[in-house]
Every structure is written in C-alpha cells, then in structure tokens.
C-alpha cells in the first residue's frame, strides 16, 4: 500500500512541475520567448506602470514585456499603428511571474517598415480586464 502512495505523490509533482513550468504568451505570431534573460537594448522606448514593463526593440521589431509586482496579475502590453490609437493590432503577454524575467515577442512579419506604431503597457486581472489605474503611459516608436 504504501508504493501506491509514492507513486502518487511522484505522478502528482510531475504533472504539478509540467505545468508550472508550461507558460503562454499571447502575440499573434506565437514567437514569444518566456524567461528571456536580456532585456530590451539601452535607450529603447518604454512604456512602465506599475507591476508591468514594457519596451519596443526596433531592430527585429520585437516588444519586451516584463512582470515587475508580485500582485497575481500579469503584464501585456498592446500595439497599434499611430492614426488608430483605438484599435490593437496586436499584444504581448508574460504569464510567469515577476521572478522570470523579460518575455519577448518578435512581430517583425506583422508590423510594417518606416511607420510610426503606438504602444502602451498593463497590467491584467484576466486576459480580458485590465487592472485599473495601472497602465504606463502611451508610447510612440519608429519600426525598422
């Protein structure tokens, strides 16, 4: 009796280790990298409120986001183009927590050269509601 109880208890922390280390992102090209340990590049734009971070690489045309409260929300942050600040294009999300570094997403096929893009960090309750009064501020960046 007792080796079905070990046994249980190893399957249990498997299936626990699988999914605490399984994380999504949301971008709509599905390149984003958790956990990346760089960080945008010196002098990047960026858009900070509080618990989330957010920067715009134009080389690659690449969005950093980074969890920084330890509050159980997660950061995203939205982007469109300038003229159509009312409408997202798109979105980058880290789901791993403020120990886990930056997460990119590469939008390079998507984002258009030499235009002017906007762009704005939150913090989320839920994929779809916004934690209030913790956004950073709005953003305006050159792509490549």
Not at 8 to 33: I, K, N, P
Not at 52 to 59: I, N, P, Q, V
Not at 104 to 129: G, H, L, P, R, W
Request: proline share 4%.
């Amino acid at each position: 009796m007792k080796w079905k109880s070990v046994a249980g208890t190893a399957f249990g922390f498997a299936v626990s280790a699988v999914f605490c280390l399984s994380g999504t992102a949301a971008a709509s090209d599905d390149t984003a990298e958790q956990g990346a340990r760089v960080g945008p590049p010196v002098g990047a734009p960026c858009s900070q409120g509080r618990g989330t971070h957010a920067c715009f690489e134009k080389s690659g045309d690449k969005f950093w986001v980074k969890d920084t409260g330890k509050d159980g929300w997660f950061p995203r942050v939205y982007w469109t183009y300038k003229g159509s600040e009312l409408v997202w294009e798109g979105s980058c999300s880290d789901h791993l927590g403020s120990d886990a570094g930056w997460t990119s997403c590469s939008f390079a096929d998507e984002i258009a050269e030499n235009k002017t893009i906007y762009f704005q960090a939150f913090n989320m309750v839920s994929d779809n509601v916004e934690a209030p009064e913790m956004q950073g501020p709005g953003v305006y960046a050159k792509t490549s």
